[in-house]
T-cell receptor, first 111, second 113 residues
Framework: KQEVTQIPAALSVPEGENLVLNCSFT??????LQWFRQDPGKGLTSLLL?????REQTSGRLNASLDKSSGRSTLYIAASQPGDSATYLC??????????FGDGTTLTVKP | DGGITQSPKYLFRKEGQNVTLSCEQN?????MYWYRQDPGQGLRLIYY???????QKGDIAEGYSVSREKKESFPLTVTSAQKNPTAFYLC????????????FGSGTRLTVV
């Protein structure tokens, strides 16, 4: 059974800092890995989707990397802003209906 | 705009009642999913459907039922057999192939009163 761990569970940084969120998973036979953002009481918003054949994906200030063989992905946020405050979840996908979600990293960016 | 609509946003259930959560998508996605989220935790899969008139149990299907009569719709019924139904319920869809990502709805918060 796939197990997903996200470290740290919570992170508080001053505005403008660059930061890295970590995601590790136990079964490396994944099709892809998706990073999401969740605001309190809201649904999940997709940030980046990395296919198993890719090493990284970028969108604006966000960069996600994937090392499938070691079961790791990182989400890099450059020049953090207070609006980035949210919970970030990663979800590696083994096959249909088999995405496993981490418990998330709750980020607070202080003005 | 294409997307997933979940309704209602908030739902209250009395002990012993069945309630149905609605999920509708206009993305023309083949696959649809129901997840449950408890405070401070990740998402757990309840049921999923890859095609109309077919669905599979997820990790925590006991006490729940679904139907998939139309491609656009995947309602979830929380039955009285579900002993701890208070949670945040999220519906998602994808194109159905394994290399596509998920799109999520805005969720329904169910509370037992």
């Amino acid at each position: 059974k796939q197990e997903v761990t996200q470290i740290p569970a919570a992170l508080s940084v001053p505005e403008g800092e660059n930061l890295v969120l970590n995601c590790s998973f136990t079964d490396s036979a994944i099709y892809n890995l998706q990073w999401f953002r969740q605001d309190p009481g809201k649904g999940l918003t997709s940030l980046l989707l990395i296919q198993s054949s890719q090493r990284e994906q970028t969108s604006g200030r966000l960069n996600a990397s994937l090392d499938k063989s070691s079961g790791r992905s990182t989400l890099y946020i450059a020049a953090s802003q207070p609006g980035d405050s949210a919970t970030y979840l990663c979800a590696p996908r083994l096959r249909a209906g088999k995405s496993t979600f981490g418990d998330g990293t709750t980020l607070t960016v202080k003005p | 705009d294409g997307g997933i609509t979940q309704s209602p946003k908030y739902l209250f259930r009395k002990e012993g009642q069945n309630v149905t959560l609605s999920c509708e998508q206009n993305l023309n996605h083949d696959a649809m999913y129901w997840y449950r989220q408890d405070p401070g935790q990740g998402l757990r899969l309840i049921y999923y459907s890859q095609i109309v008139n077919d669905f599979q149990k997820g990790d925590i299907a006991e006490g729940y039922s679904v139907s998939r009569e139309k491609k656009e719709s995947f309602p979830l019924t929380v039955t009285s057999a579900q002993k701890n139904p208070t949670a945040f319920y999220l519906c998602a869809s994808s194109r159905g192939r394994d290399n596509y990502g998920y799109t999520f709805g805005s969720g329904t918060r169910l509370t037992v009163v």
